[in-house]
């Protein structure tokens, strides 16, 4: 989902929150799909990091409007849909999916900038955005690698050129 100029600005935090709130459940489910120790780390930082996405728009929504309730919309009203980790998709689906996800919400963040005035909260929702390519960028370097080796998130260590054959004297 790319912003809308229909969503209001009061609405504009919860899309978020419901956003980040569904990349940290995509992540943890990654997570429990992969075996190699490496790759969980970064989907821990990952899913750590969308929690604390969440937790800088929940404090910009109290202080932008201060004694209103915070109504998180439902599952998959978010510019990052759901993404199924379920049994019958690959991880390498997966991951493209999650890819995908922080491509559309970098969209949103930068459509969110032009409906708020303050340059405070303006900033951070470019700080946000910003964030959100350099997790797309993380996981196109983990799809490079799962493509070149298919079962590198299943291996216990790093592939250490078992697939790799000499060439040349």
Do not use: C
């Amino acid at each position: 989902m790319t912003f809308s100029s229909e969503i209001k600005p009061v609405d504009v935090y919860p899309i978020a929150i419901r956003a980040e709130i569904e990349a940290a459940e995509i992540y943890r489910g990654l997570h429990g799909r992969v075996r190699n120790e490496a790759l969980r780390l970064k989907l821990d930082f990952l899913a750590r990091e969308e929690d604390r996405h969440k937790a800088i728009l929940e404090r910009l929504f109290k202080d932008h409007f201060p004694g209103r309730a915070l109504v998180v919309p439902a599952a998959g009203q978010g510019p990052k849909k759901s993404v199924p980790v379920g049994e019958t998709s690959s991880v390498l689906e997966l991951f493209k999916l999650a890819m995908a996800k922080e491509k559309e919400a970098e969209e949103y963040y930068e459509g969110a900038k032009a409906a708020v005035e303050d340059a405070r909260i303006r900033h951070i929702l470019d700080y946000l955005g910003r964030t959100e390519r350099s997790h797309y960028y993380m996981l196109q370097s983990e799809i490079d690698l799962l493509i070149a080796f298919p079962e590198y998130y299943n291996a216990d260590e790093a592939n250490e050129g078992q697939d790799l054959f000499h060439v040349g004297p």
